[in-house]
């Protein structure tokens, strides 16, 4: 690890500019993803400016019915928050599915949307990454992709978005909240949040130069049957091969979410049209522009088999 300078801040606005004006600045709260890759020297910043005093572990009722969540809140309150469990059940499955309880303890919700691809390739510091390196190219493209984006990607970068808190996100259509160095406030929808990675897979969300997360806010409750599904490799402590975040309510319509399959979390409009017009079975072809690795090309049906087994549960319900 190299070495930094470290400061903590009493205010949002103090956060943003300090960070703005810094060279080489982060933030830091939880620190679960960012001091590891501190320690592989993957990441390298000068100075850490410290937000955990800031007044963003709250989850409050807004005015129109949904809930604002800080963003210093911890993953285990937000999972275990009865609001959430009884209105947002996809969410809080989402973060019981993610990491262990340790790291849910620690990790907080900007952190959770923020938190960096886990592709081999981009820990590796001996492989090129585009995403790491930028223009030293992708070693994953033709290298071990089985983990890796199917859709989404581009010929820089295949890497993965390793959230499950944001997929559920997607499927809510939350928004983040943030603050700029000027004191300017904003609401960016989470679909718009992750950037894919086209020919700049490093610049990897729409945050400016120092802005800062906030918070993240809910709408309204949806009702109906909240389900969180999770392929992966071993049962607990694993990131997605595939994961489907699905909301679908008693008229039949719905919302669709995946992860584990592209750079942001992918919203599958084509599954929620075919739960609007009370399709049965569900047989969406639902990935058609994917372009798979021979590794990875699995993941396009199983998307579809998983997809129709979240379905073919919330009908049993």
């Known amino acids: 690890m190299r070495a930094f300078t470290y400061e903590r801040v009493t205010s949002a ?16 709260a939880g620190g679960t993803n960012l001091l590891d890759l501190m320690k592989l020297e993957i990441e390298t910043p000068q100075h850490l400016i410290d937000v955990n005093g800031l007044k963003f572990d709250k989850i409050e009722k807004i005015e129109d019915g949904g809930l604002r969540i800080g963003a210093l809140v911890r993953n285990t309150a937000l999972a275990a928050d009865m609001r959430v469990r009884r209105d947002y059940g996809v969410l809080s499955r989402a973060l019981l599915a993610g990491a262990s309880g340790q790291l849910r303890n620690k990790a907080t919700t900007a952190g959770n949307l923020l938190q960096r ?12 990454c585009n995403k790491r390196n930028p223009g030293s190219g992708c070693a994953a493209i033709a290298g071990y992709s089985r983990q890796l984006g199917v859709i989404g ?5 295949i890497a993965t978005n390793p959230s499950d808190m944001a997929v559920a996100m997607r499927a809510l259509d939350a928004e983040v909240e943030t603050i700029d160095a000027a004191g300017l406030t904003r609401k960016i929808p989470i679909a718009d949040f992750h950037r894919l990675p ?18 993240v806010t809910l709408p309204p409750p949806l009702g109906g049957t909240h389900i969180y599904k999770k392929v992966r490799d071993r049962a607990s402590y694993a990131f997605a091969l595939v994961s489907v ?14 992860g584990g399959v592209a750079p942001k979390p992918w919203r599958i409009e084509k599954a929620e049209a075919e739960l609007r017009a009370g399709a049965k079975p569900f047989s969406a072809r639902l990935l058609a522009d994917a372009k798979p690795t021979k590794e990875n090309a699995f993941k396009v049906p199983l998307v579809e088999r998983t997809v129709a087994a979240v379905m073919h549960e919330a009908r049993q319900k």
């Open 117 to 128: 691809t886990r592709c081999p390739y981009f820990y590796d510091t001996n492989q090129p």
């Open 153 to 157: 990607v581009s010929e820089a970068c």
């Open 245 to 258: 975040a699905a909301v679908l309510q008693r008229d039949g319509t719905g919302r669709v979410a995946v």
């Open 13 to 28: 606005q103090e956060a943003a500019a300090k960070a703005k004006a810094t060279p080489g600045a982060k933030f830091i």
């Open 198 to 215: 086209g020919d700049t897979p490093d610049v990897e969300t729409t945050l400016s130069s120092g802005e800062l997360i906030t918070a």
